[in-house]
């Protein structure tokens, strides 16, 4: 059930960028074999589940910067050697974390114990396709989707749509843009840019997309 919702989602994006945003569509990767999905679970050391699997196999990711970031809030779909950079680079400060985690339950302030990374969460959307401050990481415990930054690293915000849900609101905010809540959709340059921008580029004018 999850995987057909996930691959129902995103075909439905990726008729509308095909037909609309070329420029954002020229961006998508080819997908990623089961060999390659395998591999990135044994670098992460986590279970992919399969709704994000599927997903993969669709489209490893998003190449190049005009257009990439074009789900929900200007979001790319990261690559997977990106996932794999986020994730092992976050791992190594939640390690550094837990020494002084242990400093201090042993000083008897357990209450500042401190998580930065957890080996259940992926990382998935970013700010664009080789960005390692911003993004979106996938609970594979939970099935929830919650913010990360390198700001504020462990994130307990009010996130709390799924893989599924996240996805279909993209293709709905799409197909049918009166649906659309804060940022609507628009086109730039042949790309999809959710907006108004905060900065409009003369030479890329955004033009908000009323279907």
């Not at 609970?139 to 996805?167: F, K």
Request: charged fraction near 25%; include cysteine.
């Amino acid at each position: 059930m999850a995987v057909r919702q996930v691959t129902d989602a995103w075909q439905r994006i990726e008729t509308w960028l095909r037909a609309h945003a070329p420029a954002s569509y020229a961006c998508l990767k080819p997908g990623a074999s089961q060999g390659e999905i395998a591999a990135l679970e044994e670098a992460l050391d986590a279970r992919v589940p399969a709704d994000l699997k599927a997903l993969w196999s669709l489209h490893a990711g998003v190449r190049g910067r005009q257009g990439a970031g074009f789900l929900l809030d200007n979001y790319a779909l990261m690559d997977l050697d990106g996932v794999v950079s986020v994730y092992q680079m976050k791992m190594d400060s939640q390690r550094h974390e837990e020494t002084l985690n242990a400093i201090r339950r042993a000083e008897g302030r357990g209450e500042d114990e401190f998580t930065i990374w957890k080996p259940s969460w992926v990382p998935v959307f970013s700010f664009g396709p080789t960005d390692l401050i911003y993004g979106i990481y996938l609970d594979t415990e939970t099935g929830a989707l919650h913010r990360w930054s390198n700001s504020y690293e462990a994130q307990d915000d009010e996130r709390r749509e799924t893989l599924i849900t996240y996805l279909e609101e993209v293709a709905d905010f799409l197909e049918t843009p009166g649906l659309a809540v804060g940022a609507r959709p628009g086109l730039a340059g042949g790309a999809l840019v959710w907006g108004p921008p905060n900065h409009s580029d003369p030479d890329r004018l955004w033009v908000e997309y009323t279907g």
